[in-house]
């Protein structure tokens, strides 16, 4: 019953967009002391936000909002939009060109983070580069063995597209060859029955003379 309440008020912020603990315990058909817990783990899984507002006289009262990261709980329609789109390209577009494009969006991708890795030693341009990959839903992490860095991709949140187009496993790579303006040599593949996504650096030939790691 809880789960179906807490599920409920969610649709209804959903629906309508704002609303008040009162409004709330109307369509749930629940007590405003209910609504309260509800919204309070809510926000504490940060899926609720919370805003005062004023009308007149009087105290201030809450109006209640979900976040964006609420709104990716309900199913969407992107997967079978963006797989339609690529079978589009595909029958319209030379196999060349349909890599051109997708080399494109890693170069696009590695520009907007250009700046953060520009002049930074090499090992930290890796652990940088590990971070803005968490920030694409890779949740990504970093490993020296022996003379080279391998950076791991714990989840693909392209592995449902992947699946279909391998195509878009090419991204990956390009994005951080590019963004590390160097070589980097695909180790694993989740596609390929792997527990997951790794990217190769090897220390000696990508550093400059005399540049030692810490």
Excluded: W
């Amino acid at each position: 019953m809880a789960n179906e309440t807490r599920d409920l008020i969610v649709r209804t912020l959903r629906t309508r967009g704002k609303c008040t603990i009162k409004e709330l315990a109307e369509a749930a058909s629940v007590s405003p002391v209910s609504v309260r817990h509800h919204l309070s783990n809510l926000q504490v899984k940060g899926l609720v936000d919370v805003e005062e507002k004023r009308q007149g006289v009087g105290r201030p009262h809450h109006v209640y909002s979900l976040t964006e990261q609420a709104f990716e709980l309900f199913p969407t329609r992107y997967l079978r939009l963006t797989n339609r789109l690529i079978d589009e390209m595909k029958e319209s577009l030379p196999e060349g060109k349909v890599l051109e494009l997708f080399a494109a969006v890693a170069s696009t991708m590695a520009a907007a983070y250009a700046q953060q890795l520009k002049g930074l030693p090499l090992e930290e341009r890796m652990r940088r580069l590990t971070e803005l990959l968490c920030t694409e839903g890779f949740e990504a992490d970093l490993q020296q063995r022996g003379d080279s860095l391998v950076i791991r991709e714990l989840a693909c949140p392209y592995l449902r597209i992947g699946q279909e187009h391998r195509e878009v496993c090419q991204m990956d790579e390009d994005f951080i060859a590019t963004a590390l303006s160097l070589p980097v040599e695909r180790v694993t593949c989740l596609l390929e029955g792997d527990a997951h996504c790794s990217y190769q650096v090897n220390i000696r030939d990508s550093q400059p003379e005399g540049e030692q790691l810490e």
